[in-house]
């Protein structure tokens, strides 16, 4: 039986805590002890501080981060809180996956983030722990590591960028980097003004300045009870972020003695109610991705049938871009996520409980003084009756597909059309431009190998519009693929399909020429060829070779599709 260290506080069940607690096995546990204090006092802290509990700080910055470029303030101000509550706050690292500066794409690595953070929390020697995370994959990752290790954490973000200036216009990364790039591939913005707009885009430290991947998850850590409510939507750059920081080192501390756990937090219930402020704020398709991952953690599933229920019962309620007009600072000026939740409450489980112990329904309780109706609209006020994100089914995709109603054309909501196809990301970037390819407005750009084997399932999914049709004024066309799309681009938009092609799934069967329909009423996506023909197509396509070594041999061997939220097989909850 391991005894508690002399002076060690211990837990009410006489459990030790703080530095006392899962020591290395020498076979002598008195050893044991004894050689982790003396190496702990080589970090210079006081023996009385060595000896409280410890509320483990899990840091992300990174030099190729720079959404987190504000992390050793965030850390400074949540050892602050941990510090006044009565503990000692030990900050460590794990890996940071800044999204734009990781190849093949950084969703390669999200569930390898979300081992060394599961890992690292089990293996040392921490009583509660703080996320800090925000860019696109590390607060997935980070959730999916604390459910997993079910050690009591919460989950603090970066915050969103403030937005820049250009010619009297405000930007935001990254719709506008889209809206813009899209102008001067069509001409109308020349090589010099889309210099200047380079610069103007992404102007602070924290995650993308839309409602995109990064402040759609942050909204969902908020909604399922995992980060202290209000903090969600805090710009990186305010003070407000640093006490939102040293309030959640308290909070931390908190749980020590009244640990609530991950898996009380994170429920079917809960995760329901996270689906619900999905649709509301018009969330990012890659949230139903990293969500149906992190409620795998805990064994929890919502089929596409539900998710297309909630969908038509919650209303968008949202104006931000890349759906509407706002940007994240307007969204946290006007009342946030605890806005939008009041306004969804008749369709809440208001019994779950967060990191704090409350219900839903107590933190709800008090109504907000005000909520900018500009940019968070009340129930029977919404921009749309229906959720913005639907699954589709269908021949194409036997296991789903998921499509952004809210940031589709309406007028194409029910298209057939004729396939131009790309085989994989090589070809369309080779043919796309191409004066000669084959393409009219009212075709459906399709692209197959993008998935999760194929390529990692990078953000390919906004297909380029070729370029003669683009300088022709075409503005939106249908465009599928087994890939992803960024949460901050729009367009009429068929993602995810699965099984993905490279497995054999129908989408390897499409040729030039065949016949696509998208149904958006029928919520459904269905090739238009003989099932037979299409059996024949598929019987002769290869799975791409496995890596033979390293993570990406694992990664091969393990990866689910995007119905199972493109977690690893052996890390998802019974
Ligand atoms: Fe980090 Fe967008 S690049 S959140």
């Known amino acids: 039986m391991i005894r508690p260290l002399k002076g060690t506080e211990t837990r009410m069940d006489g459990k030790p805590k703080g530095l006392g ?29 060595l000896e409280k509990p410890v509320v483990g700080i899990v840091m992300t910055p990174s030099g190729f981060n720079n959404c987190h470029r504000y992390m050793p303030a965030l850390v400074e101000a949540v050892s602050r809180g941990v510090l006044a509550a ?5 900050p460590f690292p794990t890996i940071s996956l800044g999204e734009v500066f990781l190849s093949p794409t950084s969703m390669k690595f999200r569930n390898l983030m979300s081992m060394d953070t599961e890992e690292m929390i089990l293996a040392q020697p921490v009583d509660a722990v703080v996320l800090i995370g925000g860019c696109d994959k590390t607060v997935p990752a980070q959730l999916m590591g604390a459910a997993s290790a079910d050690v009591p954490a919460i989950q603090l973000v970066t915050g969103p960028m403030s937005t820049g200036r250009h010619r009297g216009q405000r930007l935001g990364a990254c719709t506008d980097c889209r809206s813009f ?21 992404a ?32 710009p990186a750059v305010l003070a407000e972020r640093l006490v939102a920081a040293e309030e959640s080192g308290k909070a931390a501390v908190a749980l020590i003695d009244r640990p609530i756990k991950p898996s009380q937090v994170i429920t079917g219930k809960s995760v329901e109610n996270a689906f619900r402020l999905l649709m509301a704020v018009g969330g990012s398709t890659n949230a139903i991705v990293h969500l149906t991952a992190i409620a795998g953690r805990r064994g929890i599933r919502i089929p596409n049938r539900r998710l297309n229920e909630i969908s038509d019962e919650t209303p968008v309620l949202v104006d931000l871009k890349p759906v509407g007009e706002g940007y994240m600072e307007d969204f946290h000026a006007a009342g946030g996520v605890g806005a939008v939740l009041r306004e969804l409450k008749p369709l809440l489980h208001l019994d779950t409980i967060d990191i704090e112990g409350r219900t839903l329904a107590e933190r709800l309780a008090e109504p907000l003084k005000w909520v900018d109706r500009n940019f968070i609209r009340a129930f029977d006020n919404p921009i749309s009756k229906v959720g913005g994100l639907i699954a589709l089914e269908g021949t194409l995709a036997p296991d789903g597909a998921i499509f952004k109603r809210a940031a589709a054309t309406p007028a194409l909501f029910e298209t057939t059309g004729r396939a131009v196809v790309f085989e994989n990301l090589e070809d369309l970037s080779r043919r796309v431009d191409d004066p000669a390819l084959d393409v009219k407005a009212d075709d459906i750009l399709v692209l197959k190998n993008a998935g999760p084997i194929a390529a990692g399932m990078p953000e390919a999914g906004y297909l380029p519009i ?3 049709l683009a300088q022709a004024g075409v503005k939106d066309m249908v465009r599928i693929s087994d890939a992803r799309m960024s949460g901050t681009a729009f367009g009429t938009i068929v993602l995810h399909v699965s099984p993905e092609s490279a497995v054999g799934g129908p989408l390897a069967a499409v040729r030039d020429g065949d016949t696509i329909r998208l149904s958006v009423k029928d919520k459904r996506i269905d090739l238009l060829v003989d099932p037979a023909e299409i059996r024949n197509r598929l019987a002769g396509v290869k799975r791409p070779p496995a890596p033979r070594r390293g993570y990406g041999a694992l990664y091969d061997r393990s990866v689910l599709q995007a119905p199972g939220g493109c977690d690893f097989d052996f890390l998802t909850g019974d």
């Open 21 to 49: 607690k899962g020591l290395t096995n020498y076979g002598d546990m008195d050893f044991a002890h004894f050689l982790r204090r003396s190496f702990a006092r080589s970090t210079g802290m006081s023996k009385s501080l």
């Open 86 to 90: 009565g503990a000692t706050p030990m």
């Open 466 to 468: 070729p370029k003669k």
């Open 203 to 234: 102007v602070t430290a924290g995650t993308c300045a839309v409602m995109g991947t990064a402040s759609t998850m942050a909204c969902i850590a908020e909604t399922l009870g995992m980060s202290l409510p209000g903090t969600a939507a805090i």
């Open 181 to 201: 790039w899209a102008k001067y591939r069509a001409g109308t913005v020349n090589a010099e003004e889309i210099e200047e707009v380079e610069g103007r885009l």
